[in-house]
């Protein structure tokens, strides 16, 4: 009834994307430089994302925007010595992995963002679509034939709510079929042009969707009360179904170019280990007729399903995997990883990484306490463990030691990195960024 196609595995990634922070520099040419540290820049669009509040960053005091540098800087010099001590090697992968990622977030917004367009008519249609409610109940099932049997037994006088039940694959089945009321903006359309000709109690014949046939029983309908949310949230709400049928529409395109075997699928029923050397030629899927995918290119899928992992299960992670690689290789099609903001994005997310990197291997890892440390210290605060035997809170003590070593390990680094740097800033730049952006906008009326 409510169109159900999600994003799958194009809006997920996308989703997931939102969670990654990245931080780091762009190579010259991207903007404002704000600060140069040896051959590397942080640009003003950099800092400006930093700042609390984004753009509104008036009230920030000249303190904590040497401070918010200063640790863009610190970042910055440790990636750059993690890359002199060939620390970028070990990144790699997992760069490759985010790569992949971030290709995919690239291309949902080639396909689907920049090609979102909503004009006023748009709009104003929507709203009245809003405004107007109906409650009905409806029978969703997925081939002809079943749509079929359901409606010949409504017209034999069989009550909706049983045969809902017994025949809807839709959730609302198991309570005979009703949604309740709901705007007509969220029903399809081929059920919404139905719904307009019917009168109340009356009950449709099968109607054909793209992915399922639905019956309906049209209850009653109503104004929608919310029209003060309506109002403002009408657009965003255009813009998210124009964005799920852009793609919704290109997925329905990429499984098309996907012929999966069901012989090769089943190789993966089995624990991992179990998979043979002949298993691994059988073909399990092909790539636009082309390309064929056999069995022993999937096993670092497998080898990341629990033992607990149902057949269906297995065979979607599969699946997804397969979809989730020919998404990148049409971003990679459409050369998105050419594109400068993907360059930069990549940049950023790699200097992130050999920061982490640098932090474990250089700092974390490094950092020990021994046992004559932690008696020392507990006699040293033996007022504050008077009631307390050293084995009770040795993991305390330990904890607390290992932090301050390592604290003080990071400051040493951080102090040596920077006396043997090339720094320079901005000083006024620093102090009047994003500023002139807030005054800008007020003037403009922008957002």
């Given amino acids: 009834m409510i169109k159900s196609k999600t994003y799958r595995y194009l809006i997920s990634a996308a989703l997931c994307l939102c969670g990654v922070i990245f931080i780091g520099c762009q190579k010259a040419g991207t903007g404002k430089i704000i600060a140069k540290v040896n051959n590397d820049i942080i640009t003003e669009a950099e800092f400006v994302k930093v700042l609390p509040g984004g753009f509104a960053s008036d009230s920030i005091e000249q303190s904590q925007r040497h401070a918010l540098l200063d640790d863009m800087i610190t970042k910055l010099l440790f990636a750059q010595d993690a890359k002199r001590l060939g620390l970028d090697k070990d990144v790699d992968l997992m760069l490759e992995r985010d790569q992949k990622t971030i290709l995919i977030q690239a291309l949902y917004d080639d396909v689907v963002t920049k090609n979102v367009k909503i004009g006023k008519k748009e709009i104003d249609a929507a709203k009245k679509l809003l405004m107007t409610e109906v409650h009905v109940k409806v029978i969703v099932v997925t081939d002809e034939n079943t749509a079929k049997m359901a409606s010949d037994e409504l017209k034999k006088g069989v009550v909706f709510d049983s045969v809902a039940k017994m025949y809807s694959q839709d959730q609302s089945g198991q309570q005979g079929g009703d949604v309740g009321f709901i705007p007509m903006f969220y029903l399809d359309e081929q059920s919404r042009k139905e719904v307009e000709k019917m009168k109340p109690g009356e009950i449709s014949e099968p109607i054909k969707g793209k992915e399922d046939y639905k019956i309906i029983n049209f209850i009653e ?227």
Avoid at 228 to 244: A, L
Avoid at 359 to 371: A, F, G, R
């Fill in 221 to 447: 309908k109503r104004n929608n009360p919310s029209t003060k949310d309506i109002q403002e949230n009408t657009k965003k709400m255009v813009e998210q179904q124009k964005s799920q049928e852009l793609a919704t529409a290109y997925l329905a395109k990429m499984d098309k170019r996907l012929v999966y075997n069901p012989e090769g699928l089943r190789v993966f029923y089995k624990p991992v280990d179990s998979i043979t050397t002949a298993d691994g030629e059988i073909w399990v899927v092909k790539k636009d007729i082309k390309k064929v995918v056999y069995a022993k290119n999937l096993l670092h899928v497998a080898k990341e399903f629990p033992a607990s992992l149902d057949t269906l299960m297995r065979s979607y992670s599969i699946k997804r995997a397969v979809e989730e690689d020919l998404l990148y290789e049409d971003a990679l099609e459409r050369k998105l990883d050419k594109k400068p903001e993907i360059l930069s994005e990549l940049n950023k997310r790699k200097a992130d990484l050999l920061y982490e990197k640098y932090y474990l291997n250089e700092i974390t890892q490094k950092t020990t306490v021994s046992d004559t440390e932690i008696m020392d210290y507990f006699k040293v605060h033996k007022d504050e463990y008077a009631k307390s035997k050293l084995s009770e809170v040795e993991p305390i003590i330990r904890n607390q030691i290992f932090s301050n070593k390592r604290q003080a390990m990071f400051q040493t680094i951080v102090n040596n990195l920077k006396s043997q740097a090339k720094i320079e800033i901005n000083e006024k730049l620093l102090m009047s960024a994003g500023k002139s952006k807030v005054k800008k906008n007020v003037k403009t009326g922008g957002k």
